[in-house]
């Protein structure tokens, strides 16, 4: 399994950016996708995540109303919407998969992208 993030880049607060997840190497209409982040020092944290056979999201509150998550079955690409960025949103953003047979707030995947830096300068 072949998880590849893009779209991370520097953006001035208020800013937007969205983020892409691109999958290859397995089945992704029957999978869990989801988009966690880690700023330097902190733990990883959980962003969005969505089922992709039924298009079901689960959004963390802490950004909750200025992300969104979305995929593309055809291009088996998985995006993160962000909006009214601010500078703690600085981090580094993964991607993650799995078998669509956990809640979709678990926190639990099994295949990892390397991740795409977003920069939010105040």
């Known amino acids: 399994v072949q998880l590849v993030e893009s779209g991370g880049e520097l953006v001035q607060a208020a800013g937007s950016l969205r983020l892409s997840c691109a999958a290859s190497g397995r089945t992704f209409s029957n999978s869990d996708m989801g988009w966690f982040r880690q700023a330097p020092g902190k733990e990883r944290e959980f962003v969005a995540a969505?089922?992709?056979?039924?298009?079901?999201?689960y959004v963390a509150d802490s950004v909750k109303g200025r992300f969104t998550i979305s995929r593309d079955n055809a291009k088996q690409t998985v995006y993160l919407q962000m909006n009214r960025l601010q500078p703690e949103d600085t981090a580094v953003y993964l991607c993650?998969?799995?078998?669509?047979?956990?809640?979709?707030?678990?926190?639990?995947?099994?295949?990892w992208g390397q991740g795409t830096q977003v920069t939010v300068s105040s």
């Open positions: 993650a998969a799995r078998n669509s047979r956990f809640l979709l707030r678990d926190v639990r995947y099994a295949y």
């Open positions: 969505i089922r992709t056979n039924t298009g079901s999201t």
